[in-house]
């Protein structure tokens, strides 16, 4: 019998029934992986193949508010209330399901954003890690973050890594019940660490993380070498970062994430989220490191390009990308 998202919930929050709050509100970072999340093992659980890595952006995230009411959700996005039938609201509430405790409980969700509108910032991340946070707010369940961290997942697999700020490692866990496949936070700072984003496209990305993923893992892909690629990244990437080496980290990363990207081009159908205009940017820091420019590029299921350098770097990145945005992640 496979274990269900429902049984994990109940398993988690059962025996801390508490006071419930009139109203839970959190806020969470959204996160960059360094080293990339793709494939699961179990797709209702969100149980990743490999183990992953990321860095939060910690100024930039989801704030997010709940209480409850009787009866229908009432979802509020970026200040605007969504219909029942949007997309948002019916993944929401659907998330939502697994924690009513009876069947006419409804929340009332009020949740911003930060992210600048289309960088290709996966909000789902921050969004389901401040969810979280906010029901755990709300139902005074006080657990610790590595549960929290376990029922982010259920959401978003990469929301496991947005309870943290700093670098987060996500381990993937061998368990049936996902119980040991939560987020670890390192705790090594980088202050002169700079990530940038790059906007390139604003639309929708048109295949999900979720259905990406089946089709690389399912399709006759190189996905089988992508699994000996992440260990090895892995075991480079966390003395990289003990040794606060950026350019190091940013090679990795970038490694990391065009192997990601040529997993899927191999998938037949294939898979490809870049844009003319990705490859273009992807040329032009290629061609500024081989200037001197100490700059690596990530992506993420998505044509837009993060930038990863070391504040030193900083005014000639901006030089290069006069429209990047420049964040901070240990300010
Ligand atoms: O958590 P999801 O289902 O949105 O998947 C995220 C997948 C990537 O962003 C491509 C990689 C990652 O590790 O965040």
Known sequence: MSITAQYIVQQLTQSKQAQIKTQGTAYAPVNIALIKYWGKRNSELNLPITDSLSVGLKTLGTHTSIALCDGQDHITLNGTLLAAEHPFSQRTSRYLDLFRTVPSMGFVVDTKNDVPTGAGLASSASGYAALVL?????????????????????????????????????????????????????????????????????KTKPVSSRSGMKQTVEGLSLYPAWKNMVDTHLTQMLPAIEQADIAQIGQIAEHNALAMHATMMSAYPALCYWLPETLATLQTIWAAREAGLACWATLDAGANVKLIFAQQAQSEVEALFPKVQIVQPFS
């Not at 139902?139 to 987060?168: M, Y």
């Not at 496949?181 to 984003?197: C, E, K």
């Open 134 to 202: 906010a029901l755990d707010d709300l139902f005074n369940w006080q657990l610790d973050k590595t549960q929290l961290s376990v029922l982010a997942r259920i959401g978003s697999g990469s929301a496991s890594r947005s309870l943290w700020d700093g670098f987060v490692h996500w381990h993937a866990g061998e368990q049936d019940d996902g119980m040991d496949s939560h987020a670890i936070p390192l705790t090594q700072t980088l202050p002169d660490l700079r990530i940038g984003l790059l906007t390139l496209s604003a």
